[in-house]
Every structure is written in C-alpha cells, then in structure tokens.
C-alpha cells in the first residue's frame, strides 16, 4: 500500500476515545507495517489544541509501540490539528486550513466522522457542500454505526450522503466484519465443499447467533436509552453476521458480488413480529460478592425504562436454502460471560442404531461452532465411539485455534483502516443494506410491555 499521491487522512473526534483506543493505533499500523510514509493525520477538534496537542494523543495512544519508536516519531510528527467553529455551519475555513497543510498538488482525502450519528449527519452535509473530497486525488468518508435509528432515517440519511457523495466514496464501518473470525466465514463456507454442500434446510436444524456482554450499560446510558439491544447489536453486528451465513455464493470475491449476495438473502427475510421477540433488563446482583446494579439504577437511565438489554429474536429467511430453519439472534448486557460465537446444528440421523430405541439415542447432534471472541476459531462436533469396552458413543469437538495456526492477527480496525486507504469496500456496509436490515425488525425496535428481569451476572431471561 504505497501511494504516487499524499493522503490526509481527517479525523473529526480525535479527543474522543474512539480515536485514542481504537482508530490511531490502526491508522499507524497500517501506516507504519507498510512503509506508507505518505499519509498524514490531521485531527479536526472545535478546542484550539493545535498541532502539540494532536501529537499528545497520538503518543498516548501509540505509547504500547515503544519497540517501534522510529516510526511512531515519524507518524507524530506528521499529525496536525485544523480548527473548526462549533457554531458555523460551513467547512470552507477548514478547505482551506487543509489547503495549507497539504501544500501545492493533488492530493488524497479520508474523511473519518468518529463522532455521535446526529453531529455525523450535519458534518457529512458540510463536507459534500464544501466538496472537501475533491483535492487532486480520491476522496472517502467514513461513518461510524448506527445508520440511522429505523428505516426511515436510515433510507434518509442515505439520501443525504447520495446527494454529495457517490456509494464508492461512502464507508460505512460496522467493526464485527473486520474480526478475522467473520471475514473467515466466507473462506469456511465457499472454500471447504465438505461443509457447504450441507449448508441448507435439508441437513441444517437451527443457527444460534448469540453475542454476550459481561458489561453494563456504564456511561452510555444516555445513548443506549435511546437505542435499546435491538438498535445497538441486532440491527448490525448480528444482522451482518446472519447474511455471511444465509448468503448465496457471490459470482466473484469482488465488493459489489459479496454485498450484492448479503442484501438478496436480506430481501428474503421476514419481517420480524412482536411473538418473536424476548425482551430482557438486567437487574441488580451480587457477582463476586459485589453488588451490582440494575439497569434502572445506573446513571441517566430514565425511571421506569422499558429500555431492553437483552433481546432474542427469532428470524425467518423465505427462500430455497433455508426455508424452515430457523436462525436464533440473542445479545444482552451484563451476562455471565464475554462471548460472540455462531453455533450451525445439523438434524439428527434419521435412524438410531446404536440402542435401538429412538428416544433413547445417545448419538448428539453434528454441529459447527465458529467463535469469533474471545477465542478466535471454530469447533467441529462429532459422536465418537468412548474408548470402552461397551459400546458408548459420545460428543467430542474437533477444533481450530486462530493463535494457535497464526501469529500477530490484525485488530479489526486495522484491517478496516488499511481497506479504506486501499478502496476496498468489500468489509463495509453499502447503503441498500443498511436499509434491508432496518426493514426486517421495523415492528421490534422497541418493547411496548416491560422486558423480563434478569439477574445481572446470570445466562438472561428463560426462554421458552
């Protein structure tokens, strides 16, 4: 990744967390692993920190890459900083401040909005009506999800970004898809015919898509009361996850073919009733001897919030390949366990022999398990015969370790970073998508009754 022309890449947020966890590292990553010495950092902040204070963050944000030292030098001496007005509702000043920075000729521009999805919007206005991607070189803007908070302000926002930008200039970031877990799943599934030519309604009994958090709601109370488990994981993360299972084979391993077959199997979803959804809150607990609270005692929640932090959907897909299976989306906060993992069961065998009774068979179900946190990898489950002298026959897992076969395995936002300085889509969500996605669970969004209780620390609501 070396490029003939310099690209600024600009970050409006960069005092936020986000940039200081998560996004500088990454942008320096990818910077630094492939020599790209061409791509500078300008940090848009309405506090006049200028260019010291930019270069702080970055070394507080790089401070872990002590064995690097040269690089990181080098990467914070070309950070900056360009001042803009929170009153203004204009970008020409900072055209013009990047002008400045970036001296004569073409350059290429990232635009990354790590910043709330309401201030996103307007920026994302002020940028195309400014025509900041255009310097001499590409141009590409980066959002940060939620799309929108239903399809209506999704199909709006969109219609927003499609008057300034083109869809190949808009990245749409949805972290899960750069877990290296979920970018596997398509190499598991269209690479290994031992699994695919499976992978349908005839052989496949259920999929269990569950993330589990074992944090509360903490200082996102304010936004999270607004979005609620539907908005915040379903909708994305668990959605995104679901078309990389449900899809058809793309025609080729190109953006457009792999996002054109995510959004066909989308279309053939159906919309999401009120019976098929189980809404849960976490209530207070002693986890470890120590009292936690409950959802309704942490700060900014609103009294009486019907706010769900746990939901468990379950989906339907109407087309050839998985009529009748039903695939099971679960998340919630403040659970027994940190966890993201999807588990595919396959039907049983249609006769038992080995006790000759059905409803005393011993063989358990084939399934497939693929754990994208915290331990990367995937599990097979077999029957196996116990090494005993009476016939038993029992379930083991045959497993596969992602740090066990690879070392140095990138953080998602590394890869996500180094495929937007490349132009690669394939890894962000197109605007079609965002918009089949919110469709499906327009009815759910929100509970109309109060969400069943569970004990913080605790597996969630009983499910029938």
């Known amino acids: 990744m070396t490029h003939a022309v310099p690209t600024s890449f600009v970050v409006f947020g960069v005092t936020g967390d986000l940039a200081h966890r998560k996004l ?11 020599n790209d010495h061409d791509v500078r950092l300008i940090g848009v902040s309405s506090q006049p920190i200028g260019a010291a204070g930019v270069q702080e963050i970055v070394r507080k944000s790089l401070a872990d890459r002590g064995n690097r030292g040269s690089a990181v030098a080098r990467f914070v001496e070309r950070s900056t900083h360009a001042l803009v007005s929170r009153d203004s509702d204009t970008l020409d000043d900072l055209g013009k401040q990047l002008r400045e920075i970036e ?6 521009r990232v635009f990354y909005l790590a910043i709330p999805p309401g201030p996103a919007a307007s920026i994302s206005t002020m940028i195309g009506k400014a025509r900041l991607l255009d310097a001499g070189g590409w141009g590409r803007i980066v959002l940060e999800k939620p799309f929108g908070r239903d399809l209506a302000s999704a199909t709006a926002l969109n219609e927003l970004l499609h008057e300034y930008f083109s869809e190949t200039q808009i990245y749409r970031m949805d972290h899960y898809l750069g877990k290296e877990a979920v970018q596997n799943l398509l190499t598991f599934r269209f690479a290994n015919p031992l699994f695919e030519s499976t992978w349908n309604r005839d052989r496949i009994e259920s999929v269990d898509i569950r993330v589990a958090e074992d944090i509360g709601v903490g200082e996102r109370a304010g ?4 979005s609620g488990a539907v908005r915040d994981m379903i909708q994305n993360h668990l959605t995104q996850l679901t078309t990389l299972v449900g899809m058809e084979a793309p025609s080729s391993f190109t953006a457009e073919a792999i996002r054109d077959s995510k959004v066909r199997v989308l279309e053939s979803v159906r919309t999401v009733a009120t019976r098929d959804v189980v809404y849960g809150q976490y209530a207070p607990a002693s986890i470890n001897g120590e009292l936690v609270p409950g959802y309704h005692d942490e700060p900014d929640v609103e009294p009486g919030s019907k706010t769900p932090t746990f939901v468990h959907i379950r989906l339907a897909i109407d087309n050839w390949r998985w009529q009748g299976v039903p695939f099971y989306l679960t998340t919630g906060k403040r659970l027994n366990e940190r966890s993201s993992a999807i588990v ?17 068979c011993p063989i358990g179900r084939n399934t497939v398990t693929l754990r994208i946190q915290p331990h990367e990898g995937f599990d097979v489950g077999f029957s196996v015969k116990d090494p005993d002298p009476e016939m038993q026959v029992v379930s083991k897992p045959l497993s596969f370790d992602y740090s066990d076969a690879f070392k140095d395995i990138p953080d998602a936002y590394r890869t996500l970073v180094t495929d937007i300085l490349e132009g690669d889509q394939t890894l962000f969500v197109r605007g079609d ?19 069943l209780s569970y004990p913080a620390g605790s597996s969630g609501p009983k499910l029938s």
């Open 433 to 451: 998508e965002v918009e089949a996605s919110w469709r499906v669970y327009e009815d759910v969004l929100d509970p109309t009754a109060a969400p």
């Open 103 to 108: 001296g004569p000729g073409p350059n290429n």
């Open 24 to 34: 500088i590292p990454a942008l320096f990553d990818a910077v630094a692993d492939t």
């Open 223 to 226: 936004y999270y009361e607004k």
């Open 344 to 360: 595919v069961t396959y039907r049983p065998a249609p006769v038992c022999i080995f006790h000759g009774r059905e409803d005393d």
